[in-house]
């Protein structure tokens, strides 16, 4: 009996250990990776230079290690790109042809000096915006920073950028006129990365996507679902919405984009010059090509 005992121990203790294993297969938070030459020489664990090749262990030309190699910058452009202001009134839009931006990594799950310029952008399909600096039709946005995270954990998680103001941390991310309405955009937008996650790739791919992810809120009587990117970090949205569902969203505020509107179309649609901080959300998809790097998650 008292063998089966220790047994019993011994195999509670290897499935504990396995469990743990299996919970944290991935690190806390994902990282860059370069693919490069093995020092001392043909020391490494694969023989090419995107590290999709395996070899002899310690035999090979090349190794992963954390970092951003020379840390190139990369630069991008993407298609057609909307900003939705939705309200009981319905979805207001700011829509553009397309975009563009640059920016480097840094280790270990950071970009810095990010822009990005939309172009040939309207409201109403008539009214052209623009920006401090660029011109008709361009909204800038001046530089951002950005943070690598997990929008959803588990054995395949989802990685995410978290970009905002580098100078100024949750504060204004853009400025901009359309004519009939004025803009200034607030707080940080995550969206979805791709093509460079557990894989060596000069490309990577940014998806910003608005849903009603946000719930139900209430105007003067009035009830709405607005439109939002992504709320935070896997392990931030279980508080984001418990807050939103008792009316306390300050107290764990949802990190999405807020803006506030003032100018002509606002005072036609609500009597008011500026409106208070209203929820906005960005459609939007940029491709981007710099140094060949791997996001591990």
Not at 6 to 32: H, M, Y
Not at 41 to 60: F, L, R, V
Request: with cysteine; aromatic share 6%; charged share 25%.
């Amino acid at each position: 009996m008292k063998r089966m005992s220790i047994l019993a121990l011994c195999l509670a203790a290897a499935f504990a250990t396995a469990g743990v294993l299996a919970t944290g297969a991935f690190a806390a938070e994902p990282a860059w990776f370069a693919c490069v030459k093995a020092s001392p020489k043909n020391s490494g664990n694969y023989n090419n230079k995107t590290c999709t090749e395996a070899s002899e262990p310690g035999k090979g030309k090349y190794e992963l290690k954390e970092g951003v190699g020379k840390a190139k910058a990369f630069k991008g452009s993407g298609g057609a790109a909307v900003l939705h202001v939705k309200t009981w009134l319905g979805d207001e839009k700011v829509e553009c042809a397309s975009s563009k931006d640059a920016g480097k990594p840094a280790a270990p799950n950071l970009e810095t000096d990010v822009t990005v310029a939309y172009s040939k952008c309207t409201v109403f399909t008539t009214h052209e915006c623009t920006s401090a600096g660029a011109k008709a039709g361009e909204i800038k946005v001046p530089a951002m920073k950005g943070k690598l995270g997990y929008v959803e954990e588990g054995a395949t998680p989802v990685v995410g950028l978290r970009l905002e103001n580098e100078a100024s941390p949750g504060g204004t991310l853009a400025e901009f006129n359309c004519g009939i309405v004025r803009a200034t955009l607030n707080n940080q937008v995550i969206g979805v990365v791709s093509k460079d996650v557990n894989v060596v790739n000069t490309q990577s791919e940014l998806n910003d996507e608005a849903t009603e992810r946000y719930g139900e809120h209430e105007f003067d009587g009035k009830k709405f679902k607005p439109l939002v990117n992504i709320l935070g970090w896997a392990n931030e949205v279980a508080g984001i919405e418990a807050a939103q569902k008792e009316n306390d969203e300050e107290a764990d505020p949802a990190h999405v984009l807020k803006g506030e509107f003032c100018g002509e179309l606002v005072e036609e649609l609500l009597g008011v010059e500026c409106t208070p901080p209203a929820y906005a959300g960005l459609d939007a998809t940029i491709v981007n090509k710099g140094e060949a790097l791997m996001i591990k998650a």
